[in-house]
């Protein structure tokens, strides 16, 4: 099966850019997840989706940070303003549902904010 | 919310000797505990998994255990080969699944010839 894809796999913005990044999970994955990972940390949760829904955004800074899924397939997620802090792999990831145990990851998103 | 602490942060073993990482969480609710793979510049992928209610499990030569009255687990690498070389999160959730999982710092595993 196709995996979770993202775009662009690398972005170079200076600070109090905006920039979005796009993932299209895998075909029927109701779950999709945005994850922030900082270099030498482990992914951090940003925000989860259940089909369009909100699962949780209790770690996203809601002050610059915005995601969404309208269809509930592809999501999109936006940094304005971007600042230094912000330089990280942003990570995709989908699973079958909530109930599901593997999550299956995109390449991710390289963000270097300058 | 949960804290996972991973140790170590690098671990450097010769081929064909085991590894060990260990894992401890706070959150005496968690019970479900992944263990992912992130190989350089590639997407982490889950390598075995552990639920609360099962203390050990074993797939080829990754087997992990869990005490969950000190709350802590580990990842066992036997017979390590150079493709096991790559960065090792540990990850933790309380539903049982993989939503809101919150993960480790990572263990860079090296094995030598």
């Known amino acids: 099966e196709a995996g979770v894809a993202q775009s662009p796999r690398y972005k170079i913005i200076e600070k109090r850019q905006s920039v979005a990044f796009w993932c299209n999970p895998i075909?029927?994955?109701?779950?999709l997840y945005w994850y922030q990972q900082i270099l030498g940390q482990g992914p951090k949760l940003l925000i989860q989706f259940q089909n369009n829904g909100v699962v949780d955004d209790s770690q996203l800074p809601k002050d610059r940070f915005s995601a969404e899924r309208l269809k509930g397939v592809d999501s999109t997620l936006k940094i304005q303003p971007a600042k230094l802090e912000d330089s990280a792999v942003y990570l995709c990831?989908?699973?079958?549902?909530?109930?599901?145990?593997?999550?299956?990851f995109g390449q991710g998103t390289r963000l270097t904010v300058v | 919310g949960e804290n996972v602490e991973q140790h170590p942060s690098t671990l450097s073993v010769q081929e064909g000797d085991s590894a060990v990482i260990k894992c401890t969480y706070s959150d005496s609710a968690s019970n479900y505990f992944p263990w992912y793979k992130q190989e350089l510049g590639k997407r982490p992928q889950l390598i075995i998994d552990i639920r609360s209610n099962v203390g050990e499990k074993k797939d080829q030569r990754i087997a992990v255990t869990l005490n969950k009255t000190a709350k802590h687990f580990s990842l066992h690498i036997t017979e390590t080969q150079p493709e096991d070389s790559a960065v090792y999160f540990c990850a933790a959730s309380k539903g049982g699944t993989a939503s809101k999982l919150t993960f480790g710092t990572g263990t860079r595993l090296q094995v030598t010839l």
């Open positions: 990831a989908s699973s079958w549902g909530t109930s599901n145990t593997e999550a299956f």
């Open positions: 075909s029927g994955h109701a779950t």
